[in-house]
């Protein structure tokens, strides 16, 4: 029994992920091996787990009654590890997190790293990606997001603002009539970030605000593209302060109505309410709240 317990939990892990190049992808495998201990799994049962099309998998009948007690064993498990955890000075275990790709050479990563030298014995699988990733349903033990919150359902935990600048191609505003207030902006073309709103409001220094929203030609999802993009003579873009000033230092780009402020972007840690791995969650959590990630 012990020497199928590895198949069980890389079987629930096929299952979690949708495919097996998936889930040889979370676990560091290649697909044939993963296929190959799911078939060792199905022989030593007797039963066939799984529907296999070129598509997709599916569970069979038997698969969906083995693989929900194999999610209690697996919780179970994650449970007694959490209970060692909160009575040990070492953190055993592994988190699986998502941070925005734009942070990817910031704070946070440096902070992961911290986090890893100081307990060696914990695990990190890391996705880098601007799309917002679901909490439980992609399997992740804690998500980095920036901007506002609107899961209530969920724990988070303020980290930090960041804020973001308006900024436009060097040569693009040289030949152009330096804008005194939003407004002016109207008529300039704009190159969009889709996970934010078409219309940005600033707000001057007496309090006043203005919202804008200008016609954009290229509409994009990544801000390290957003990044490359403003720096191809094609418009102007919000990005986050960290970006903006690395091309404004570099002569690529200028920081436009820098007296005029736009919205900060809230840093959060947002975690299930019932984690997995509460303890070693927690304990992540609170390492990054004393960290300076803005």
């Known amino acids: 029994m ?22 040889a992808q979370d676990v560091g495998l290649a697909p044939s091996r993963i296929s190959e201990t799911v078939s060792e799994l199905e022989d030593y049962l007797g039963v066939t787990l799984l529907y296999r099309t070129t598509r997709k998998i599916t569970l069979t009948n038997e698969g ?28 055993v275990g592994a988190l699986r997190i998502s941070i925005p790709a734009f942070m990817a050479s910031g ?3 440096t902070a992961v790293a911290s986090f890893a030298r100081q307990y060696p014995n914990v695990a990190f699988s890391v996705s880098y990606t601007d ?19 609107d899961d209530s359902s969920m724990m988070s935990r303020k980290l930090g603002e960041g ?7 060097a040569d693009y505003a040289r030949v152009r009539e330096t804008p005194q207030r939003p407004s002016d902006l109207e008529t300039w073309d ?15 220094p007496g309090g ?4 804008v929203t200008g016609n954009a030609q290229i509409e994009v999802d990544s801000i390290d593209a957003l990044y490359h993009l403003s720096t191809q003579n094609l418009g102007i873009t919000i990005l986050p302060s960290h970006l903006a000033r690395q091309g404004v230092d570099a002569g690529k780009l200028v920081q436009l109505l820098p007296d005029w402020t736009l919205r900060p972007l809230g840093i959060y840690a947002v975690w299930p309410d019932k984690s997995r791995r509460e303890s070693l969650t927690l304990l992540f959590v609170r390492f990054l709240a004393k960290q300076e990630l803005c």
């Open 2 to 23: 012990i020497d199928h317990l590895r198949q069980m939990a890389i079987f629930a892990r096929v299952v979690d992920k949708g495919s097996f190049r998936a889930a």
């Open 190 to 204: 704009w190159i969009r970030y889709r996970q934010r709103s078409d219309t940005t409001e600033f707000t001057a």
């Open 64 to 91: 969906s009654i083995f693989y929900a007690r194999v999610l209690d064993m697996l919780r179970s498990a994650e449970a007694g590890l959490d209970e060692l955890n909160a009575l040990s000075e070492e953190p």
């Open 163 to 169: 804020q973001r600048w308006l900024v436009a191609d």
């Open 208 to 211: 006043e605000t203005e919202k």
């Open 131 to 149: 799309h917002q990733m679901r909490l439980i349903e992609d399997g992740f033990d804690l998500n980095i997001r920036v901007g506002w919150l």
């Open 107 to 109: 704070p946070i990563s």
